[in-house]
């Protein structure tokens, strides 16, 4: 990953509100959650969740399609498993210890092919 495409990923994580928006979509898995219900699970207005939706759409990190009347947004996990790599790009420094509980947070996942 590209250092920009990180900043970017990162920038938009970087505000409570989208954090929490990304990690309720993260456990919706690939079915995703539409936009009113992802509203009413976080207690925001429309216009601000379509803001928040907005900057993590451009950074790549969700997606979005329709489905009937309705919006569904979801997680691009290629992309957000790109940024988790590019963060553990440089772990450990030959310290496998440093890194270890790490990987088993990764193991436990059960998103990697989603």
Known sequence: MEMKLAVA????LAYEGRLRAFRLLVRAGSAGIAAGELARQLD???NTLSTNLAIL???GLIESRRAGKSV???VRYGQMTAL???LMEDCCAGSSEICAPLKEIALACDCADS
Do not use: D, K, T
């Open 72 to 74: 569904i947004y979801s």
């Open 44 to 46: 925001v207005p429309a």
């Open 9 to 12: 990923g990162l920038s938009a």
């Open 57 to 59: 759409s451009h950074a």
């Open 84 to 86: 988790l790599q590019f």
